[in-house]
């Protein structure tokens, strides 16, 4: 799944993103699934849940890629 997503504000959170592309069900499940070392921020992988998502960035993982843009 490719996926832009339009940023309104300065900055979402890691886990409030994948669980708004649906990658996740939950928050709850996003901050396990990004804790398991399944998500990477700009090729890095990223530990931090609530790591903070500006426009420019790209957020991977297997299956998904979502390219954060200004709205």
Avoid: W
Avoid at 13 to 29: R, Y
Avoid at 43 to 50: A, C, D, N, S
């Amino acid at each position: 799944m490719k996926e832009t997503f339009a940023l309104r504000n300065d900055y979402i959170a890691l886990c409030d993103l994948l669980k708004t592309c649906s990658v996740c069900a939950s928050g709850g499940e996003a901050k396990h699934f990004i804790a398991e070392g399944n998500v990477a921020v700009d090729g890095v992988q990223e530990l931090r849940k609530t790591c903070k998502i500006r426009p420019g960035q790209v957020v991977s993982g297997d299956g998904f890629t979502i390219t954060v843009v200004a709205a």
